[in-house]
């Protein structure tokens, strides 16, 4: 019934003009005259017609509203695609995620973030593990490509991370063939600079930056940028090492927080 106001409405106008001239032409062929005898024979066809015409337009309502139908459940089986897609990049990425836990030296227990920028002062995460996971202060926290910061506040079942990324991070690192100390200083977005590398050091773009050991929290050897710019200023006494961190922590959603070394670590 609403569609059909719908129509009344839209074509109000041509209704009109319409019914002025069938008014006209009832007027007109009330008279008894042979040219009133014609016309009344041919208005008498048009007016058998017009069932016809409205069966039409019943017939494209209905296609109208079948049409309606089929783009709901196109649009809902595009939904539930994209779903099943995300569902299986999720998945494959957990498989991913189980292969490199079996294959690291270290205890690691799978978190999801949760939030971002949890503190005001500093760049984190927070993370859906905590104490009843064996989660502490001072664990690193990595992905698959390295790492992405350490914990700094636990609760019973979540974390705050500070971000590898974060103006305040520090972190002795080494780099090149040769292994030469330095320390990882971020400076924006996903670059960072080492500091304390000899002016002419055998350091090249490309080159790994690894954690040196030196530290308490973080184990020897995991991944944490590649070089990207090696500037030597005549007159400096140390190269400027500009690298790109391995994690973008904007895109981490699973990590690793490292409960524990492992054997032999």
Known sequence: MRNLFEILAFFRDELLLMLTILISLTLFLTAASPQAMALQKLYTGIITSVPSLTLGLSEMMSYKEENQALRQRLMRYALINAELAEAGRENDQLRRMLHFTETQPYDLQVAEVINRGASTSLSTVTLNVGTNQSVLPNQPVLT???LLGKTITVAQKATVVHLVNDRNFRLSVKVGAEGLRGILEPLYGPFAEISGLLLNSPIYPGDRVLSSGFSDI??????????DEVVNVPGENFSRVRVRLNVDPSEAEYVFVMVGRG???
Do not use: F, L, W
Request: glycine residues 12%.
């Open 144 to 146: 698959m490509d390295g």
């Open 218 to 227: 973080y184990p020897k050897n995991m991944p944490v940028a590649i070089v």
């Open 263 to 265: 054997a032999g670590s």
